[in-house]
């Protein structure tokens, strides 16, 4: 079936630091998204980049649709950016978004 | 401000006894749907609704129904719930089906 892999799936960094997370998908996508899930549960949307690049301050995202990949990068990160990080695939055979099972992040003072 | 809302944001229940779960989107989307996230099993889509009286069944629709008479809401139902489907609920919307979907901020539901 159609997969939706993340990386790392855990990660801790001092404050200040950078990381990558990665988001490899099986299955060609027509939309997809990365969502920040706040420790209340709450699910922020971050980025619509089915292709291409897109910057949003301290966070931007690459997807490149042709070789089945998303990359999210957080620079100088903050402890408010701690929590898990979902990358979701829209594929063409359907409607539903399939997540991956999440980066969780936490980034200590 | 343009959202999407869900009632209520935490309730416990007991085996059997219906409920409903509302949701409600102001930006006039075609496209709603809803999620359940649980634990090592992440986030999967339990119904979806293209337009109004238009829906269509998710990868883990049962044990739920759904209606979508107007266009701004799509209220989940649960029968009569059991504790299997004791999870984390939410609501998203969309301009079509291949658009950036919009969540509402979640719906912790225990049945006992």
């Known amino acids: 079936g159609i997969q939706v892999e993340q990386s790392p799936p855990d990660l801790i960094l001092q404050e200040g630091a950078n990381s990558t997370l990665r988001c490899n998908f099986s299955?060609?996508?027509?939309?997809l998204q990365w969502f920040h899930q706040n420790p209340w549960g709450q699910l922020i949307n971050l980025f619509y980049?089915?292709?291409g690049t897109k910057q949003n301050g301290r966070l931007s995202a690459t997807t490149v649709a042709t070789e089945r990949y998303s990359l999210l990068y957080i620079s100088s990160s903050q402890t408010t950016d701690s929590g898990v990080y979902f990358c979701?695939?829209?594929?063409?055979?359907?409607?539903?978004?399939?997540f991956g099972k999440g980066t969780s992040l936490l980034v200590t003072p | 401000e343009a959202q999407v809302t869900q009632n209520p944001r935490y309730l416990i229940t007991v085996t059997g006894k219906k409920l409903t779960v509302t949701c409600s989107q102001n930006?006039?989307?075609?496209?709603m749907s809803w999620y359940r996230q649980d634990p090592g099993l992440g986030l999967r889509q339990i119904y979806y609704?293209?337009?109004?009286?238009v829906t269509d069944k998710g990868d883990v629709p049962e044990g739920y129904k759904v209606s979508r008479k107007e266009k701004r809401n799509f209220p989940l139902i649960l029968e009569s719930p059991s504790p299997n489907q004791t999870s984390l609920y939410f609501c998203?919307?969309?301009w079509g089906g291949g658009n950036e979907q919009f969540f509402g901020p979640g719906t912790r539901l225990t049945v006992l």
């Open positions: 609704s293209m337009n109004v009286e």
């Open positions: 299955d060609s996508v027509n939309n």
């Open positions: 998203a919307s969309s």
């Open positions: 980049i089915p292709s």
């Open positions: 930006m006039n989307h075609e496209y």
């Open positions: 979701a695939g829209q594929f063409y055979s359907g409607y539903a978004l399939n």
